[in-house]
C-alpha cells in the first residue's frame, strides 16, 4: 500500500492583482492548475478544470484520469462558449494520482500544457512532464538550447491548452512509486524564476513537503515574483509513516519484478500513445494567436517597405537609343523591377559626356517632375554644346537625331 505525506502552497507572486493558479491535494489525488484569460476567467478555468478532474476519478486508473481532463476540457469549452464573460478562457493541467496497474500500485500522471511534475529520486530531479509551450518545441527541434528557452521572452506561448479546442491530446505516465521518491507538481510562476539547481538543492534540504513548498514561493518572489506560483509537494512514505529520509535503508529501491510495470529512469520515461484521435493537431491559445498576428504584421511591414522602396521612386536611365524615366529602384528591389514611365526626346548619344557614366548607372530622382527636369537640363546642355561649337560632327550627330526617330 503505497502512502503519501504532502503539502501545498500557492501565492499571487509580487506583479500580478490575482491569482490564476489553482492546486488539489486529497490524499491520492495531487494537481495543479495554471488558468488564463481575461478578468476571473483565468480563475475560473483552473479552478473548474480541477473540480471536474476531482469529480471524474471515480476508478483508479491512469486511463480514467486522462478520461477526467478530457471531460474537464468539454466542460471549460461548453462554459466559455455560453458565457461571454468566460470567452478564451484556459488553463493547464497536470496531475498525479495513485492508480492500479495490473494489480500493483502505480503513481499515472497526466499533464497538458506548461505546468510540471519533477520526480526527485535518490536526490536526483528530473522533469517528467514534457511542456506544450513554444520555446519547448522550438528546442525539441534544436532551434533552442535550454538556457535560451529559459529566458526567451515568448516562453508563455502554449501549444496545447485545456478549454480552447473540443478535443485535447493529454499526455500520460505510469511510473512506480518508490519510498523515499519526491514529487513535485508546479506552475511556471516557480520554474521560470528558480533555477532548476536551486529547486533541486531546497528539495534536498528541507524534509517537511508544506515548509518545503514556502520557501520554494520565497525563493521564487525573491527571483521576481512576475507571476503566480503555486507548488505542491508529495512524498512517497513507508507504510509506518516514517519519514524515509531519515533512515537511509529505506532509500534503497525494492525490485519489483512480473506484471507489465516498470520502472524506468525519469530520464527516459515515455508518454504513453496518446490518444485522441486528432494526435497531429495542436490546440491554439489566444497568446499563440497573439504572437502568430504579430509575427504577420512584422512580415506584411516588411513587405510593405521593400515595395516602397521599390516603387515610390524614379530615375533617369537609359531605354533601347533613348534617355527615359523608370519608376522604381536601378537594378530593382528583390523581385520589383523598374517599370518605363515614359521616354524622352533626348538621344543616349547626345548626352553630355559628364553626365553619361549616371545617366547609364540610373540617376535617382524624387520625383516624375525632377525626373523630367534633369532631362530637359541634359537636353539644354547638349543644346548648349552644339551651338556653341558648330563643327560638323555636332551637326552629323543631330542629322543622326533625325534619322533614328
Ligand atoms: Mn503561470
Not at 23 to 48: I, K, N, R, T, Y
Not at 327 to 354: C, D, F, R, T, Y
Request: glycine letters at 8%; hydrophobic letters at 40%; aromatic letters at 6%.
Amino acid at each position: 500500500m503505497t502512502r503519501f505525506a504532502w503539502g501545498a502552497a500557492s501565492d499571487t507572486g509580487r506583479v500580478r492583482q490575482a491569482n490564476e493558479d489553482s492546486f488539489l491535494a486529497v490524499d491520492g489525488l495531487f494537481a495543479v492548475a495554471d488558468g488564463m484569460g481575461g478578468h476571473q476567467a483565468g480563475e475560473v478555468a483552473s479552478h473548474l478544470a480541477l473540480e471536474c478532474l476531482q469529480d471524474g476519478f471515480t476508478a483508479a486508473g491512469t486511463d480514467v484520469l486522462v478520461r477526467s481532463v478530457e471531460d474537464a476540457n468539454r466542460t471549460l469549452v461548453s462554459r466559455s462558449t455560453a458565457d461571454p464573460e468566460l470567452a478564451g478562457m484556459g488553463t493547464t493541467l497536470v496531475a498525479m494520482a495513485l492508480v492500479d496497474a495490473n494489480g500493483r500500485d502505480a503513481i499515472g500522471v497526466v499533464n497538458v500544457g506548461d505546468s510540471r511534475l519533477y520526480l526527485m529520486s535518490d536526490g536526483n530531479l528530473a522533469q517528467i512532464t514534457e511542456d506544450h509551450s513554444l520555446v519547448a518545441t522550438m528546442e525539441r527541434q534544436g532551434r533552442l538550447t535550454a538556457a535560451e528557452a529559459a529566458v526567451h521572452p515568448q516562453r508563455n506561448i502554449l501549444t496545447r491548452a485545456l478549454g480552447i479546442d473540443g478535443s485535447v491530446l493529454v499526455d500520460s505516465w505510469e511510473i512506480l512509486p518508490i519510498i523515499g521518491d519526491r514529487y513535485l507538481i508546479c506552475s511556471d510562476g516557480l520554474f521560470n524564476e528558480v533555477d532548476e539547481n536551486r529547486i533541486s538543492a531546497t528539495l534536498r534540504r528541507i524534509a517537511d513537503p508544506s515548509e518545503a513548498c514556502r520557501e520554494l514561493i520565497r525563493l521564487a518572489n525573491e527571483g521576481g515574483g512576475r507571476d503566480n506560483i503555486t507548488c505542491v509537494i508529495v512524498d512517497i512514505i513507508d507504510d509506518a509513516g516514517r519519514d524515509p529520509n531519515a533512515d537511509p535503508a529505506n532509500r534503497v529501491r525494492t525490485s519489483h519484478t512480473g506484471g507489465d510495470l516498470t520502472y524506468e529512469e525519469p530520464s527516459s520515461v515515455q508518454p504513453k500513445e496518446p490518444r485522441a484521435p486528432s494526435a497531429l493537431r495542436s490546440s491554439f491559445t489566444w497568446r499563440v494567436g497573439v504572437f502568430i498576428a504579430a509575427f504577420v504584421f512584422v512580415i506584411l511591414a516588411g513587405f510593405a517597405f521593400i515595395w516602397w522602396t521599390g516603387t515610390k521612386t524614379w530615375y533617369v536611365g537609359v531605354s533601347g537609343q533613348n534617355v527615359a524615366i523608370f519608376h522604381g529602384k536601378p537594378g530593382g528591389v528583390l523581385w520589383i523591377q523598374p517599370e518605363l514611365a515614359e521616354e524622352s526626346e533626348l538621344l543616349v548619344a547626345n548626352v553630355p559626356q559628364a553626365a553619361m557614366f549616371d545617366v547609364e548607372n540610373g540617376v535617382e530622382q524624387p520625383s516624375l517632375g525632377s525626373a523630367r527636369s534633369y532631362i530637359a537640363n541634359l537636353i539644354e546642355q547638349n543644346a548648349k554644346s552644339a551651338s556653341s561649337t558648330s563643327s560638323s560632327s555636332t551637326s552629323t550627330s543631330s542629322t543622326t537625331t533625325t534619322i533614328a526617330r
